[in-house]
């Protein structure tokens, strides 16, 4: 049996903590096609679901820590202590 690694899909989620955002969150999309197919046994259903769980917590916290970097971005870009909404088209 060989050990699994950080990329490796059937590895838990929190095993997989270093993986691009990206790649969880495919991931986490072909989990819920196979959970909303109904094909699985119950005891696979589980296990999907549970990953599924910590892939979509892990993007979660990818995703408060990009904001916060760009919030740290704006504010520096605006010589400002307020954060500034990011409208999609604007230069800040």
């Known amino acids: 049996m060989t050990p ?36 699985l046994p119950i005891e696979a259903m589980m296990e999907k679901f549970e990953d599924g769980v910590k892939l979509a917590s892990y993007c979660d916290r990818r995703l408060e820590e990009i904001r916060g970097r760009i919030e740290i971005l704006v504010k520096k870009a605006n010589g400002k202590d307020e954060w500034q909404e990011f409208e999609p088209g604007e230069t800040p």
Request: aromatic share 2%; with cysteine; net charge negative.
């Open 4 to 39: 699994k690694t950080c990329n490796d899909e059937t590895a838990p989620a929190d095993a997989r903590e270093s993986i691009p955002f990206e790649q969880a969150l495919e991931r986490l999309e072909t989990i819920v096609t196979e959970m909303e197919e109904g094909k």
